[in-house]
């Protein structure tokens, strides 16, 4: 497996331009409405052999920060399922093999294999990580405390977590401005086209 870093991103005119001044003429990459442009291409044939798979790293909107894994076979199988009971709000249940060839879980009963004997088994999900949550309790927790304040009608505590809780997402955004003007190269080139 050929493995790439496509680090630099170029304005889409750059890239199509043959003679166009690029940092890094093998690996960089642009964007043409929900379209990834890549140079160089993947090749399905020839010396760099077919891509296995690709891998982008981007943004997305955060899970609810009381979000839980489905209860399924591939859940259970990567161990992301806490044993529930029957009664417990959310829990689903699958039918467990538990030894033989076919030991492992199963989504329906009637998807067990025949002959083999399943005991049917509560599950409830893990919750799935959030890195707001888990790592920046802080900016939940003041905003938090300026809602209840404002609720309250204590303006001057409700003033006070409100300037705490901007000052909190000031810092992250901050810190996030960092990591990306510290990553991968961004080009644009101006062409006048022999006019200067």
């Known amino acids: 497996m050929t493995t790439r870093l496509f680090n630099e991103k ?12 690029k940092y890094n003429e093998y690996a960089y990459w642009a964007r043409q409405g929900n379209i990834l442009l890549f140079s160089p291409g993947f090749t399905i044939s020839g010396s760099l052999g077919s891509p ?5 790293h981007y943004y997305r909107r955060l899970p609810a920060l009381n979000a839980k894994y489905d209860v399924s076979v ?13 009664s417990d709000s959310g829990s ?3 039918w467990i093999v538990a030894s033989g060839a076919n030991a492992g879980a199963y989504a329906t009963e009637a ?7 399943a005991t049917e088994t509560w599950f409830i999900g ?3 990580p959030n890195w707001l949550r888990d790592e920046n309790d802080r900016i939940l927790l003041m905003g938090a405390l300026a809602e209840c304040f404002f609720y309250l009608q204590d303006d001057e505590q409700a003033t006070k977590y409100a300037t ?3 000052n909190e997402i000031e810092e992250l955004n901050l810190e996030d401005k960092k990591r990306n003007s510290s990553g991968g190269n ?4 101006f062409n006048g086209r022999g006019l200067i």
């Open 92 to 94: 689903s249940s699958l």
């Open 111 to 117: 998807a067990v294999p025949a002959g083999e004997t």
């Open 74 to 86: 591939i859940n259970y199988d990567a161990g992301l399922l806490n044993s529930a009971l029957e």
């Open 10 to 21: 170029t304005d889409l005119r750059t890239f199509n331009d043959y003679y166009g001044e």
């Open 52 to 56: 296995d798979k690709l891998e982008i």
């Open 126 to 128: 893990k919750e799935v």
């Open 164 to 166: 705490l809780f901007m």
């Open 186 to 189: 961004v080009q644009v080139n």
